[in-house]
């Protein structure tokens, strides 16, 4: 099963949502859309389901083309970032409501809704409203009702970003069993990069309207195509700066210097840039020169610091950057108070002038 | 344990306790005094009991006039709620229409009472007023100062054209929040515009729909300027509604203990029915 765009675009008067795209998405794993607010992952969602038209470019289902067919008569279903039921209908009737259209006989329904709800930990509710549920509940009969009815395709647009905590934790450990054996393709938008990472499967990194990168979730987060696939997939934001290559040489804007790394040693003299994920950027070492082997250390002055139990979180001034360093352990600094800290150059990424990634 | 006895807490509550006081029980209970008493006018009294109250409950014009009040109440809800949400549903829900079609909807609202039964009192007058001399025109014989029938047509008319718009601006709010999503969702399921309505819509318009419905409720039952500005309760007594037969008897007639005995009954009949409508309306609903 394949969900293929083909060069699909979304513009709206001079406003462009979606750059022309190409993307092909495979049953089997969650594909992820991974991007902040407005980055163009609903939108992107609307026109795979077909909620919404795109003003170019095409999209086909299993090798049939499907753009502009209308939602009702594709096998769809869709689950949002609020909770979604019909409000004056019981927990039963919710999950049977995609049954009943498709014209299902009863006992059929009965079985079905019963299975799932089971499987959703639903059973002793159905009786109840939506309003009379907790929000964990309230999402999980949103999800029993998209699932019940064996879509082919399953959106799920930041489904646990209004719950909370604890509730998110618990249903995202379950999200990829009830997929498990589901022969669906399952789209799946998210702002958090961690949220990718538990969930694997693939992710394309999106940013202003564009897929900057898509690929297996593991392989986009530890190989970055460029800095902004990069920063997407980065919680805290990625530090960036600028560097010079001077002979064998790096200079980060005379605050620090390091001999020039492989991937910089064909390459000419000039200005590069340089990607550190902030827990790469730590206290500075115990050691004569403040760093571990094949770190460098770097001073800056303390903007902030942020304790969270057994992590310490500092934003400091790198030249006209602010980088973040997060580290464990509780490591207090005052704010305007010069910090040591030291980077580990060997996790560094750099990038070119047009924001590429530099490989080996 | 014992208890803490702090008697200090009782200031909290004074202001509140005098405040009541002043702008609720003290003029009620002034109220209830003259219902049970006999008086002339010169602050002499004697006791009447419930003379008053069987007197007022057992006449034929307190029936006719809550029989009108009824019809009228009854009829301006018939009209106006389907027809208020029918406009909320017409309204864009975003872009540049948006303010002008609530400034327009809000406009009969900012009207003053006594001003709208003027407006429509001349623009209904069959020889000079436009819709009027407009229906005449048509050959409808049309006469509100006459006939009985085009007296009740133009009350109502006026009712409907100056009230609905608090309909449609509620039913408005409650439509404009509900999420996108739940239309897309509903599309999802191939649901159609009714259905929408019936099961999306609807539902998450019913809580302001309930206040719609109680305010004008409460509103029409207690309408007086408008009313008696436009028609003054006639032709004949045909649309004398309780406030106006209330205000000929106590200020008419100066028959004060009557008069609340009337008034309290009055206000008894509003809560009765508003506690009816607000739990029939709230019925299945969650707390």
């Known amino acids: 099963m394949t969900l293929e765009l083909r060069q699909i675009e979304k513009t709206l008067g001079t406003d462009v949502h979606i750059h022309p795209t190409d993307l092909v998405l495979e049953a089997g794993g969650f594909n992820i859309l991974l991007g902040t607010t407005l980055s163009g992952k609903t939108t992107l969602m609307q026109l795979m389901a077909g909620l919404d038209r795109p003003t170019g470019g095409t999209l086909h289902f299993n090798g049939k083309d499907v753009t502009g067919m209308r939602v009702q008569n594709r096998n769809v279903s869709m689950v949002y970032q609020q909770f979604i039921n019909y409000p004056n209908f019981t927990v039963y009737e919710n999950i049977a409501s995609p049954l009943r259209v498709a014209r299902m006989p009863d006992a059929e329904i009965k079985k079905r809704v019963g299975a799932m709800a089971d499987l959703m930990r639903l059973s002793p509710m159905l009786d109840r409203k939506p309003a009379e549920l907790s929000g964990g509940q309230q999402q999980r009969t949103a999800l029993a009702r998209a699932l019940v009815k064996d879509s082919e395709l399953v959106l799920l647009d930041e489904p646990l970003a209004n719950l909370d905590f604890k509730l998110r934790e618990e249903l995202r450990e379950e999200l990829p069993k009830l997929f498990a054996d589901r022969n669906c393709i399952v789209v799946y938008a998210t702002t958090e990069p961690i949220e990718a990472l538990l969930l694997g499967g693939s992710t394309a990194t999106l940013h202003e309207g564009r897929v900057t990168q898509f690929g297996p979730t593991g392989d986009v987060y530890r190989n970055p195509k460029d800095v902004i696939s990069a920063q997407v997939f980065s919680e805290p934001p990625m530090n960036t700066a600028t560097v010079r290559k001077v002979g064998d040489r790096v200079d980060l804007g005379g605050i620090a210097y390091w001999p020039c790394p492989a991937v910089l040693s064909d390459k000419p003299d000039g200005d590069y840039q340089i990607g550190l994920r902030p827990h790469h950027v730590t206290p500075a070492a115990n050691t004569p020169d403040g760093a571990q082997d094949g770190c460098v250390k770097i001073s800056g002055e303390v903007l902030v610091t942020e304790l969270s139990g057994s992590e310490s979180t500092v934003h400091f001034k790198v030249g006209p950057e602010v980088w973040v360093s997060l580290a464990h352990g509780i490591h207090s600094f005052g704010v305007g108070e010069v910090a040591d800290l030291q980077a580990d150059l060997s996790r560094a990424f750099y990038f070119g002038a047009d924001g590429a990634l530099i490989s080996s | ?287």
Not at chain 2, 29 to 52: A, H, K, P, R
């Open chain 2, 1 to 287: 344990m014992n208890k803490t006895v702090n008697q200090k807490a009782w200031l909290f509550v004074l202001p509140v306790f005098i405040l009541v006081a002043f702008n609720a029980v003290i003029p009620l209970m002034t109220v209830v005094n003259y219902s049970v008493q006999e008086t002339f006018g010169d602050n002499t009294f004697f006791w009447s009991g419930v003379l008053w109250f069987t007197e007022i409950l057992q006449s034929e014009r307190f029936h006719d006039s809550l029989g009108r009040q009824m019809i009228f109440t009854f009829s301006i809800l018939a009209i106006e709620v389907p027809l208020g949400v029918a406009i909320a549903l017409t309204m864009p829900r975003k872009g540049a229409w948006v303010p002008v079609c609530l400034v327009l909807m809000a406009l009969p609202l900012l009207i003053p009472w006594n001003v709208v039964g003027a407006m429509w009192n001349i623009f209904a007058l069959p020889d000079i007023g436009l819709l009027g001399y407009g229906l005449n025109a048509m050959g409808f014989d049309y006469n509100f100062t006459r006939q009985i029938g085009d007296a009740w047509f133009t009350l109502i008319l006026m009712d409907v054209w100056h009230w609905t718009s608090l309909v449609v601006l509620l039913a408005y709010a409650g439509l404009v929040s509900i999420p996108d999503a739940y239309y897309q969702a509903a599309k999802i399921d191939g649901a159609g515009a009714f259905a929408i309505f019936r099961y999306i819509q609807l539902p998450k318009m019913k809580r302001v729909l309930t206040i719609a419905v109680l305010l004008r409720f409460m509103d029409s039952f207690m309408v007086y300027t408008e009313a008696v500005v436009l028609t003054g309760g006639g032709p004949g007594n045909s649309t004398t509604l309780l406030s106006i037969d209330l205000v000929k008897i106590a200020l008419g007639q100066f028959d004060l203990g009557p008069a609340a005995a009337m008034s309290i009954i009055y206000f008894l009949i509003i809560l009765a029915l508003s506690w009816v409508f607000y739990t029939l309306m709230m019925r299945n609903e969650e707390s």
